[in-house]
C-alpha cells in the first residue's frame, strides 16, 4: 500500500504547488472553520471573556452578593499599605529565586549526571522522575507526614547528634517558606531534567570531540560547548519555571494554607484566600492582575518565540 | 608497557563506572524514599504509630487503612468523580485540539498564527486572573458546584496548549499526502479522519498520558468551582481527608496511596509517551 502512494504525489492533476506556504486549499471549507471556531468559543466563554472580566472587577469593590462598586486603581492603592500583600509578594519572590533557581541547578545537573547511556540509566531516570506524576496535594501530605515533630525528619537529626536542629518545621514562621519549597523541588527536578536531557541529546557529538582535540578539558567542555548549546532549552526552563512559580498554589495550601501568620504566603494563596474566604472579590481581583502583570514579560517572550517557530 | 597502560584505563573505567553507580544510586534513593516513606507508614498500624511516633521502625502491618480511607474517607466516591472528569475532558479537549490544529495547520485560514498564539496565550495566563469570573459565571450558568461546570473550565482552559503542540505536529506532516487526497476526491472531513489524525497518532498519544495526569492532579479548578464534599475530585477530598482523620497518619497516607496510584499507573505504562509529551509541549 506505501509503494502505491508515491506514483500519486506526481500526479498530473495534482494542484501547483505554490512555493512552501502551498499547504492547502485556498479557500477555507465551511467543515474547517467550523473545526476551528468551537474549539475557539469554548476557550472564549472559559477563558478570554473571564480574563476580562477578571481584569474588570479588580477595579471594583465587590462582595459577590450587592452590586459591585467602581473604585478605580483604589484596590493597587490598597496594597501600597497592605502588609500581607508585602510578605506574600516577597515570599514569591524568594519562591522564584530557590524554587526555581534550584529545580534548574538540580535539573541540569541530574541531567549531565544521567545522559549517558548506560546500564541501569532508564531506572534512575525514572526514579527521579516518578515524583512528577503525583498531585502537588499527595506530594504535600507525603511531607507533611516527614515534618510532624515525631517525623523521620526529626528523627534522623537526633539519630545523627543534632537534637538541637529539632523543629515543627511548618509551625514555625522562620522554616514554614522553605519546609513548602523542598517538596515542591522534590517534584519539580525530574520534570526539569527531562527537559535538559533532550537538549543534550541534541548537541552534536562532533563539537565536543573538535573541543578535546583543542585540548579543552571536562569544564571548559562544559562551559564553551554545553552550555552554549542548551541555550534554546534554557529560555524553554526559564519560561516554565517563572510561569510554574507564580501558579504554585497546590503545595503551599495543602501544606500550611499560607500560614503560620502568613509567613509562608505566596501571592497566589493570598488571592485565593482574600477571594474566596474573605469574600473581596474586587480586591482579590486586582492581586490577581498584580500575578497576570509579573507573569506577562515571560508569557510575552514565549509566545514571540512560539510565534517565530509557528512558520 | 601498552598492556600495562590498557589494565590502568580499564581500571580506571571501572572506577567511574562504581562512582557514576554510585552517585546516580544514591540521588535515586533520596529521590525514592518519600515514596517508600508513605507507603510504610499506609501499612501501619494506628496504635504503632502513636506508641512508637511517626519516624520509627515500622512494627506492625495492616491493610485495613486503605480500607477506611476508600469508604469512611469518602476517596471510593472521589476517585470516581475524579474520572468522571478526568476521562471525557482528556477526550474532548484532546478531539476539540485536534479539529482547531487540523484547520490552522492544513488550512489557509485567515490570521492563521494570531489565532494560534491567542490559545496558546489564554492557556499560559495565571489561572488567577480567572478563578473569580468563572466561579461567578457557572454560578449565573446555572453549573455552579456540578462536575459539568469543572470538566467546562478544564477544556476551555486546557485547549489552546494542545492546538499549539499538536499544530506543530500536523505541520510536518507533507502537503503531498494531503493533495493526493484531495485528488482523490477527499473532502476535509475524510482528509482530517483517515490521513491527519492516523499521522497525528504518537503526539496524541503522549498528550493523553501528560494531560490525564494534569486534570487528574488538579486541586484549583475544583476547588474554585464546586462546593460539596460529595462531589471533590480525589484532590480536594485528599485535603478533606487531612481534617477528618487529623494526625491518624496511617489512614492520610493510605489516602495519598490511592490518590497517587492512578497517574502512577498511566506514567508506568505510557512511560515513553510521557516524556514525549513534556519535551512536546517545550517551545524550542
Known sequence: MAVLTAPERTSPAAPRPRGRRARGARRTPPLVLAFLLVPLLAESLWVFWPALQGFYLALNKWDGVSAPEFVGLGNFAEMAHDEVFRTAAVDTVLWLVLFGGLSALLGLGAALLLQQERRGVGFYRAALFLPVVFSLVATALVWQAIYQPDGVLNRILESVGLESLRHAWLADQDTALYAVIVPALWRQVGYVMVLYLAGLKGIDPVLYEAAKVDGAGRWQRFRHVTLPQLRSVNAVVLSVIIIDSLRSFDVVWSLTRGGPYHSSELLSTYMYSTAFQSLRLGYGSALAVVIFVLAFGVIASYLVRAFREAD | ?284
Not at chain 2, 84 to 113: G, H, K, N, Q
Not at chain 2, 222 to 233: E, N
Request: glycine share 8%; hydrophobic share 55%.
Open chain 2, 1 to 284: 608497557m601498552t598492556a600495562l597502560r590498557s589494565s590502568a584505563a580499564l581500571r580506571r573505567r571501572r572506577a567511574a563506572t562504581a562512582g557514576f553507580h554510585l552517585g546516580a544510586g544514591a540521588l535515586s534513593v533520596l529521590w525514592l524514599l518519600p515514596i517508600a516513606l508513605v507507603v510504610v507508614t499506609s501499612l501501619r498500624s494506628f496504635d504503632d504509630i502513636s506508641a512508637h511516633g511517626l519516624g520509627s521502625w515500622p512494627r506492625s502491618f495492616t491493610l485495613g487503612n486503605f480500607q477506611q480511607a476508600w469508604s469512611d474517607g469518602g476517596q471510593q466516591r472521589a476517585l470516581i468523580n475524579s474520572l468522571i472528569v478526568t476521562v471525557p475532558c482528556v477526550l474532548v479537549t484532546l478531539a476539540l485540539a485536534a479539529m482547531a490544529a487540523f484547520a490552522l495547520s492544513r488550512y489557509e485560514v485567515p490570521f492563521r498564527r494570531s489565532l494560534l498564539l491567542l490559545m496558546l496565550g489564554g492557556n499560559l495566563l495565571p489561572p488567577q486572573i480567572l478563578l473569580i469570573p468563572v466561579s461567578k459565571m457557572s454560578e449565573l450558568m446555572g453549573v455552579y458546584d456540578t462536575l459539568p461546570a469543572l470538566i467546562g473550565v478544564q477544556i476551555g482552559f486546557g485547549v489552546g496548549f494542545y492546538v499549539f503542540v499538536l499544530y506543530g505536529f500536523m505541520r510536518a506532516i507533507p502537503a503531498e499526502i494531503q493533495q493526493a487526497a484531495v485528488v482523490d476526491g477527499a473532502g476535509p472531513w475524510q482528509i482530517f479522519w483517515r490521513i491527519i489524525l492516523p499521522l497525528s497518532r504518537p503526539a496524541l498519544a503522549a498528550l493523553s498520558a501528560l494531560s490525564f495526569t494534569w486534570i487528574f492532579n488538579d486541586l484549583l479548578w475544583a476547588i474554585t468551582v464546586l462546593r460539596s464534599d460529595t462531589k471533590m475530585p480525589i484532590t480536594a477530598a485528599l485535603i478533606g481527608l487531612q481534617g477528618q482523620f487529623v494526625s491518624m497518619w496511617n489512614v492520610i497516607a493510605a489516602g495519598s496511596v490511592i490518590a497517587a496510584a492512578p497517574t502512577v499507573a498511566v506514567f508506568l505504562r505510557f512511560q515513553r509517551h510521557f516524556v514525549a509529551g513534556l519535551n512536546l509541549g517545550a517551545v524550542k
